[in-house]
């Protein structure tokens, strides 16, 4: 079983539309956790860091569920440029600051 | 602020040829540096990590190693490359104070064996 799970998608969803990733991750022990985007043939780059109490950043939203060893990630209102490849990342503190990333979820927002 | 630079940001090299991709941070002291590889299609592969100059950590085994010979320089070398060597490789730093800091990644190596 890997240690960060994603559905590869792709999610095709229109212009406007909510849609919804979720990621488990496999080690109770994790202590923190993040979304990134990576865009085709660049970096990823940091979305929002995922609290305990979920948090919101404009039209995203994280959620943690440590019960379930899930994360989620909602998006309102799809842009196109939301376009990308959007990564899960789960940090065991125990051992130092090694982020552990998923396979990634690419999302296609079509007009 | 802080900032980080990769260079080349594309490479083709034949098989068997050597490989040198340099990274380095600015405005940050003794951070926590990191090579990935991606392989196409594929998710991130941490190759090494380093807390500080000299020390280095290898996750993976291959032909591949790296150095710090400065705080805030990285290298990832290779004495010969392999046709699977082929992949966007990924410099990152993170503060090396505090377990909860995301990583910020350079622009990216992407190197082609042939």
């Known amino acids: 079983r890997k240690e960060v799970e994603q559905d590869p998608g792709p999610f095709n969803v229109p212009e406007g539309a909510t849609v919804a990733f979720n990621c488990t991750y496999s080690?109770?022990?994790?202590?923190?956790f993040f979304w990134y985007r990576q865009d085709c043939r660049k970096e990823p780059k940091l979305l929002m860091s995922?609290?305990?109490s979920g948090n919101e950043d404009g039209r995203f939203t994280a959620q943690l569920n440590r019960a379930s060893q899930y994360i989620s990630l909602l998006i309102r209102d799809s842009k196109l440029s939301d376009s990308a490849t959007y990564l899960c990342v789960v940090n065991i503190w125990a051992a130092g600051n090694m982020l552990t990333f998923g396979g990634g979820t690419r999302l296609m927002v079509k007009p | 602020s802080q900032t980080i630079h990769q260079w080349p940001a594309t490479l083709v090299q034949p098989v068997g040829s050597p490989l040198s991709l340099e990274c380095t941070v600015e405005?940050?002291?003794?951070?926590?540096l990191y090579w990935y590889r991606q392989a196409a299609g594929r998710g991130l592969q941490l190759l090494f990590y380093?807390?500080?100059?000299?020390?280095i950590s290898s996750e993976v085994p291959q032909n591949l190693s790296a150095s710090r010979p400065q705080d805030r320089q990285f290298i990832l070398s290779s004495k010969k490359l392999l046709l699977s060597d082929s992949g966007f490789y990924l410099c990152a730093w993170s503060p090396s104070t505090g377990y909860n800091s995301p990583l910020h990644f350079g622009n990216g190596t992407r190197l082609t064996v042939t």
């Open positions: 405005g940050t002291s003794n951070p926590n």
């Open positions: 080690n109770s022990a994790s202590q923190s």
């Open positions: 995922v609290y305990s």
């Open positions: 380093s807390v500080g100059i000299g020390q």
